[in-house]
């Protein structure tokens, strides 16, 4: 009976913990994730360079590069939101956004914000392709009949740009170089 | 042919063998279920000339539709099997089984060898036309004469090439119409010019040459559809099918309408307007139809409701009054709920 109790709680704070990530509203209302980074090991340059790097090499699929100053660079971008029942699934939809990276000596910050939702469908083929051209902002209140399925595309669009804001982190924080070398290694089975 | 085919495929597995694979994607699960609910007018099953959505005065089922998609590197599969009368007896290859089986909606390989170009091989929906069999598909719940004179598959092997984002050409080598395996040997040459001239506006230019339906023919299809503002959207069908033996039934010619405005964000209403002309065959002349589909989608999560409302016009008669007597019109009413998952 106390496990059942337990389990029942932590079903209960689990579901509690996922219904607070939401997005944050900017100046103008609109959604966005903003995050500040302290960097003290890492100079100005090598972020901007790093920052650079992710949009036109790790993410050149997904990102375009709009414009780049010594301190900044504007980007435009696409993800694919998921529909997932346990490891299988099909995409459900693509959410467009603009990102921002400014850097400063020791710290640095981003944001995604401009979120556009565009459903898929499945074409002849079986291959989910966006429904239309048109995205809709993220923002918008939708109506009783499709609430339930605009929190999931909430949910899942929170999930992946937290994701995405996690792997950018990551990768500024990474000296691909030296991780190029280390890879680079060979193992010799002769002498042992 | 077999020269051809065997060339096609020799550069396929050189190419294969140097590409390198580069991504997994999970094995992706997708399918829908549809159930209707028709009532003809005249109470006479037999007023419905076109496929599916057979039934009157009845709570009928369409279909359930499973489909299975796997990524690895730059190869990826698609198996879509359909149960059930849409995907079954209505289905033309498993009609000619008996109509006990189930019906292969897509089973193809696919194989990008590098961004601008891939090739398929194996069974898929067909390029040609703008509605298709599974419901998810189609805003109209009934379907387009167009949709049931035209071929709903094809087998074969296809290359395409994509110029830009804008501008995309396909050509392939096929069997005939709807068959599992050809009767005919790979005998019908087919293309696809893809073109978005503008933001929100795709159209397709499609043909499809040699063996079909009533012997070898050509078939030239128009489908385009424009997303003009964020609630309308107007699509167009535009097709002609000639037999080469002008005494054999089945030639056409023929448009479709299809109008489409978002009044809410759950609601869209949409019309169909269609012309639809079976030319002269032998001794027996050309007749013409027309039919107006009134149509709305309600969306509530994966659920669709379709309510529709359907006329169709043939000065010649081939409907069906409540007694039985030939009628120049022909009307339905039905709701269907679409899930799709």
Not at chain 2, 187 to 208: D, H, K, R
Not at chain 2, 301 to 317: A, C, M, Q, W, Y
Not at chain 2, 321 to 329: H, L, S, V
Request: aromatic share 14%; glycine share 10%.
């Amino acid at each position: 009976m106390k496990h059942l109790l337990f389990i029942i709680l932590a079903i209960f704070s689990i579901q509690l913990s996922a219904q607070q990530k939401q997005f944050s509203k900017d100046d103008n209302g609109k959604f966005i994730y903003y995050k500040v980074v302290d960097s003290q090991l890492v100079s100005k340059d090598t972020l901007l360079q790093r920052a650079k790097s992710f949009i036109n090499v790790a993410y050149k699929k997904s990102m375009t590069q709009e414009s780049i100053t010594d301190s900044s660079v504007l980007a435009k971008g696409t993800m694919v939101i998921d529909k997932t029942i346990l490891v299988a699934g099909h995409p459900s939809g693509e959410v467009s956004y603009n990102f921002v990276f400014e850097v400063r000596q020791g710290k640095y910050r981003f944001w995604l914000t401009d979120m556009l939702y565009i459903p898929y469908q499945r074409d002849r083929y079986g291959n989910f392709i966006a429904a239309t051209k048109i995205g809709v902002p993220l923002e918008r209140t939708p109506g009783k009949l499709g609430a339930g399925a605009w929190k999931d595309i909430l949910n899942s669009t929170y999930s992946k740009i937290e994701k995405f804001g996690y792997e950018f982190k990551k990768y500024l924080a990474t000296n691909r170089v030296d991780k190029a070398k280390k890879k680079a290694e060979t193992i010799s089975t002769k002498k042992w | 042919m077999k020269k051809l085919l065997t060339a096609i495929f020799a550069m396929a597995s050189t190419t294969c063998a140097l590409a390198q694979e580069t991504t997994t994607s999970p094995l992706e699960i997708s399918g829908s279920v549809d159930t209707y609910f028709k009532y003809d007018f005249a109470k006479n099953p037999l007023n419905g000339k076109t496929s599916f959505v057979t039934d009157h005065n009845s709570v009928s089922l369409g279909m359930i539709d499973i489909a299975l998609k796997k990524k690895t590197g730059k190869a990826s599969f698609v198996g879509e099997l359909s149960f059930g009368p849409r995907g079954q007896t209505q289905s033309i290859p498993d009609a000619a089984a008996g109509g006990s089986s189930f019906n292969i909606q897509n089973l193809y390989v696919n194989y990008e060898f590098t961004d601008e170009f891939s090739m398929t091989a194996g069974y898929m929906g067909t390029f040609v036309g703008y509605e298709v069999i599974s419901p998810v598909g189609n805003f109209n719940y009934s379907t387009s004469y167009l949709f049931t004179n035209g071929p709903f598959q094809n087998a074969g092997i296809k290359a395409t090439y994509k110029f830009s984002d804008k501008v995309s050409l396909m050509a392939g080598l096929f069997n005939d119409w709807n068959v599992y395996s050809a009767s005919r040997g790979v005998s019908a040459i087919g293309g696809q010019l893809m073109v978005a001239p503008v933001e929100g506006w795709t159209a397709y230019i499609n043909a499809l040459s040699g063996a079909g339906y009533g012997g070898y023919g050509t078939i030239i299809d128009l489908t385009t559809s424009y997303q003009i503002t964020e609630k309308f959207k107007l699509g167009l069908n535009a097709a002609n099918y000639d037999i080469k033996d002008s005494s054999v039934q089945g030639s056409y010619v023929g448009a479709a309408l299809y109008p489409q405005y978002a009044v809410a964000d759950a609601v869209t209403i949409g019309l169909r307007g269609e012309y639809f002309k079976a030319k002269a065959y032998g001794p027996n002349a050309a007749t013409s139809t027309t039919a107006v589909t009134l149509t709305a989608n309600i969306k509530s999560g994966g659920l669709t409701f379709i309510p529709e409302v359907r006329l169709d016009h043939n000065s010649d008669k081939p409907f069906f009054k409540e007694g039985g007597a030939a009628a120049p019109n022909g009307g339905q009413f039905s709701l269907a709920a679409v899930y799709a998952f």
